[in-house]
Antibody, heavy 116, light 105 residues
């Protein structure tokens, strides 16, 4: 069974950095990209970017470029999403997602609250 | 690619059929998925490849279309089907529609 298990909720001050993890199981980690999706309160889903666990290649949505870093650790089958220079508008639930050959799987989501 | 869902809100009575639309600004072939999301929950995959039901999804959910026009049909609506529905294309980068809220009439 494919599972994506994310780290817990975070409360951060403006200007700081958050790093969220996504540990996968049930498939070969390097077979598929790991995507990250932002969902601000009451808003829809926004694709942020992906990391290719096989070679570390990344692609970020223009909105997040310069503040976003995605990495993957093949020794632990875990992907990471780091967002820096946090502001109040970054308060959201962040999901990891993988698009596999026979399905699309999501983590449970991580709430990040940015507040002074 | 911009994904546009319509309508924004759809009011339907239980037992009736609901038809949700998703339009792409350019062709995404059949690389289109539908998700259901309830408050406080992660999105749940319903359909991928435009028309393939995900494991465990009831047969009353069906997807159709290709290229730029897609439809999610839910026949005989049940109480647990009232939620927000999103489409996502994964043919040319990745993008979501803004969602359709399916509410009880």
């Amino acid at each position: 069974e494919v599972q994506l298990e994310q780290s817990g909720a975070e409360v951060k001050k403006p200007g700081t950095t958050v790093k969220i993890s996504c540990k996968v199981s049930g498939y070969t980690f390097t077979d598929y990209y790991i995507h990250w999706v932002q969902q601000a309160p009451g808003i829809g889903l926004e694709w942020m970017g992906f990391v290719d666990p096989e070679d570390g290649e990344t692609l970020y949505a223009e909105k997040f470029q310069g503040r976003l870093t995605m990495t993957a650790d093949t020794s632990t089958d875990t992907a990471y999403m780091q967002l820096s220079s946090l502001r109040s508008e970054d308060t959201a639930v962040y999901y990891c997602q993988t698009i596999a050959a026979v399905g699309i799987y999501w983590g449970q989501g991580t709430l990040v609250t940015v507040s002074s | 690619i911009v994904m546009t869902q319509s309508p924004a809100t759809l009011s339907v009575s239980p037992g009736e059929r609901a038809t949700l639309s998703c339009r792409a600004s350019q062709s995404v072939s059949s690389s289109l998925a539908w998700f259901q999301q309830k408050p406080g929950q992660a999105p749940r995959l319903l359909i991928y490849g435009a028309s393939t039901r995900a494991t465990g999804i009831p047969a009353r959910f069906s997807g159709s279309g290709s290229g730029t026009e897609f439809t999610l049909t839910i026949s005989r609506l049940q109480s647990e089907d009232f939620a927000v529905y999103y489409c996502q294309q994964y043919n040319n980068l990745y993008s979501f529609g803004q969602g359709t809220k399916l509410e009880i009439k």
